[in-house]
T-cell receptor, first 113, second 113 residues
Framework: KAGVTQTPRYLIKTRGQQVTLSCSPISGHRSVSWYQQTPGQGLQFLFEYFSETQRNKGNFPGRFSGRQFSNSRSEMNVSTLELGDSALYLC????????????FGQGTRLTVV | SQKIEQNSEALNIQEGKTATLTCNYTNYSPAYLQWYRQDPGRGPVFLLLIRENEKEKRKERLKVTFDTTLKQSLFHITASQPADSATYLCALDIRSSGDKLTFGTGTRLAVRP
């Protein structure tokens, strides 16, 4: 069974630009969550999608948005990039039950210059 | 405020010894707690899940305890090996915030030969 796939793996963007990251969950998993990881803050929850609906949202500004498609693939978008957005963005998929384990992708390393 | 605390200092131990990592939380009533391993530049990998009505769980050389009175989980690796060197994260569901999985900042374990 293929794991969670995130693309691209690495990205360099300039301040003010926008970026779209993609996540393909494990086949059969309908829940996709996004996290931002930085050395100082650790893993911070961004949002969770289930059946194309945002089910949960973390404390991030509106510049961070996401969506989920009917095939469960998900994208997250960050507009008007700031230097502080440089981080590892991780996507995790899981089965319907929130008590089940989360399967993470390799992440997308975003650098804003 | 809600907090998940893991020892931010690295834990250095000798190969063959038992490593014990701590996860403390405040102001939560999690239904379950999970432990993950993360290697540099990679996404976290699920290790164990323990529910609020379970005191202890084992998997091979791993053991997790969950004390809801002390609001603490202990993660043990017995007969540790250099390959166990990684960062270990605990994660809790936060029912008051819509069941999102919230992570601690992790503890880095270094096992020396």
């Amino acid at each position: 069974k293929a794991g969670v796939t995130q693309t691209p793996r690495y990205l360099i963007k300039t301040r003010g630009q926008q970026v779209t990251l993609s996540c393909s969950p494990i086949s059969g998993h309908r829940s996709v969550s996004w996290y931002q990881q930085t050395p100082g803050q650790g893993l911070q929850f961004l949002f969770e999608y289930f059946s194309e609906t945002q089910r949960n949202k973390g404390n991030f500004p509106g510049r961070f948005s996401g969506r989920q498609f009917s095939n469960s693939r998900s994208e997250m978008n960050v507009s008007t990039l700031e230097l502080g957005d440089s981080a590892l963005y991780l996507c995790a998929s899981s089965l319907v039950d929130r008590a089940s384990e989360a399967f993470f992708g390799q992440g997308t390393r975003l650098t804003v210059v | 405020s809600q907090k998940i605390e893991q020892n931010s200092e690295a834990l250095n131990i000798q190969e063959g010894k038992t490593a014990t990592l701590t996860c403390n939380y405040t102001n939560y009533s999690p239904a379950y707690l999970q432990w993950y391993r993360q290697d540099p530049g990679r996404g976290p990998v699920f290790l164990l899940l323990i529910r609020e009505n379970e005191k202890e769980k084992r998997k091979e050389r791993l053991k997790v305890t969950f004390d809801t009175t002390l609001k603490q989980s202990l993660f043990h690796i017995t007969a540790s090996q250099p390959a166990d060197s990684a960062t270990y994260l605990c994660a809790l569901d936060i029912r008051s915030s819509g069941d999102k999985l919230t992570f601690g900042t992790g503890t880095r374990l270094a096992v020396r030969p």
